[in-house]
């Protein structure tokens, strides 16, 4: 029983009176309530996304429990840790939720399994993928200007020495870079 039904119930008594009423009906142990996450979830790293045409997609889908049980039949037959739990579809792809994320050698089995049961069209069908995140990534601190010339640095350049990092290693750019001067007398810049 909350506080506000004690009032309604009894609205002569003090709220000190209100709080021992309401602390002999939960008991002085009274459990907190949970707290709540902020933080939205959204969809994970167990899941392989399919780019394929919509006509496909829903061709795949009709069959999907049957889907199911051969992937899984398939990954068993490999020794792989993971099963399939469920296939979804979006209009532009198919979605399989697997128990864990899938290694390369399970996303080429899976690639494989789904252009044998869609033959006839297996150049319309991309390759498995694991969900990616976007990210926004700010560089501090670049030279503007190539060894002191008149040449500034280009956005080439930055993406060849991103490309040779080992950190950004599979890493996709999802938009052009920019590089911004830190003021018009500076020699540094900003990516």
Do not use: W
Request: charged share 25%.
């Amino acid at each position: 029983m909350n506080t506000l039904k004690i009032k309604e119930a009894f609205p002569k008594l003090s709220n000190k009176k209100i709080n021992s009423i309401q602390k002999v009906i939960n008991g002085d142990n009274a459990k907190l309530k949970p707290r709540i996450n902020m933080t939205t979830k959204g969809p994970l790293c167990k899941q392989i996304i399919i780019l394929m045409t919509n006509e496909l997609d829903k061709r795949f889908i009709k069959n999907s429990a049957s889907h199911i049980t051969n992937i899984n039949c398939i990954l068993k037959n490999i020794k792989s840790n993971i099963c399939t739990d469920y296939i979804s579809s979006d209009n532009k792809d198919v979605n399989i939720d697997t128990n864990n994320v899938a290694s390369s050698s399970d996303l080429q089995e899976i690639e494989k399994y789904i252009k044998q049961s869609l033959d006839d069209n297996s150049n319309l069908i991309a390759t498995p993928r694991l969900l990616q995140s976007k990210s926004y990534l700010k560089i501090v601190g670049i030279p503007y200007y190539i060894d002191k010339l008149s040449i500034h640095i280009t956005t080439e350049d930055i993406e060849c020495i991103l490309k040779n990092t080992h950190i950004f290693n599979e890493i996709i750019l999802a938009s052009r870079l920019r590089i911004i001067k830190v003021s018009p007398k500076s020699d540094m810049a900003i990516v």
